[in-house]
């Protein structure tokens, strides 16, 4: 399967109107269950399901809902990383300010041994396949929950940084019925909502790749933004990874914002792009489509 390669890598929709900051404050909740995850540890040899964890910053309740909501997916090249990433949390809690719910969400990582179909034999490579498993149940855990959160369950966005970025690329491409489980001998947990039809309605690709996932590709695909350094050479070589997402694009007609940043490295988080910060490109493009 062409998608194992991808993860090799990894070791290294309606229109809303934009709306402005507000001087309210903003709310903020922890350690929310938003599904369950198969794991295993040095005191178990079979894989059990535990609870799968996010962090919601929601609007001011000045701003009226619904909100479009941003799924967020951090970095770390599947073996370390918090859905408490300091610049995670930043560009999250502008995103707030400006009207969006967003939902940092924890995945499991190497040291949980997650479980994957046979064909991904490298432990890496299950992490990368369960990051992907994982941040799909956080797209239809809000889907499904919508009223719950007071969002638009069609103005849904995935937002990955790095290794975050290849899981919301695998996790927003796929159709809803792909990459639900870990394996056949895993069935997908009810808590996971799997009758769920949740599809993303734009994707923020921070520093990733999808070199090596081109079943996934489709005119269904929706718009994407990726951001990449010249200089990076984590993810791919160099711009390559988004030149190549950029010349998918086209090929299936799916909107595209490509920022290259000829000489930023991994990680350009404080870069300018044209003038203006990461952040309110990130605001600028989920404004536009959604």
């Known amino acids: 399967m062409k998608l194992i390669a991808l993860f090799m890598i990894a070791l290294l929709l309606t229109t809303g109107c934009a709306r402005g900051p507000s001087d309210g404050e903003l709310r903020i909740t922890r350690d929310v269950v938003y599904g369950m995850g198969y794991v295993a540890d040095d005191t178990r040899a ?27 997916v951090h970095g770390g090249g599947f073996e370390r990383g918090a859905r408490t990433d ?38 890496l490579i299950r992490s ?31 937002i990955g940084a790095s290794a975050g970025a290849i899981a919301a690329l695998g996790a927003g491409l796929s159709a809803p019925n792909q990459l639900q489980a870990d394996g056949p001998d895993y069935p997908v947990p009810p808590e996971n909502f799997p009758e769920a039809e949740a599809r993303a309605a734009a994707i923020v690709n921070l520093w990733g790749t999808a070199d090596f996932f081109p079943e996934l590709w489709s005119e269904d695909a929706p718009p994407i933004m990726t951001v990449h350094g010249g200089r990076d050479f984590t993810a791919g070589l160099s711009l390559l990874p988004a030149e190549n997402i950029d010349d998918m694009c086209r090929k299936h007609d799916i909107p595209h914002r490509y920022y290259p940043l000829p000489e930023a490295g991994h990680g ?19 404004n536009e489509y959604l």
């Open 268 to 286: 350009a988080w404080d870069e300018l792009i044209d003038g203006m910060t990461l952040r309110t490109r990130v605001l600028e493009f989920l």
């Open 86 to 123: 300091p610049q995670q949390t930043q560009l999250a809690m502008h995103l707030a300010e400006h009207g969006y719910v967003c939902f940092l969400i924890a995945y499991r990582l190497l040291r949980d041994n997650p479980p994957a179909p046979p064909s991904y034999a490298d432990p």
């Open 128 to 158: 990368a396949h369960a990051a992907v498993v994982d941040t799909k149940t956080a797209l239809r855990h809000v889907y499904a929950n919508a009223d719950k959160y007071a969002v638009d369950r069609h103005r849904i966005a995935l």
């Open 46 to 72: 079979t894989p059990v399901p535990q609870p799968l964890l996010m962090d919601i910053i929601a609007p001011p309740e000045t701003l009226p809902p619904p909100y479009p909501a941003a799924i967020m």
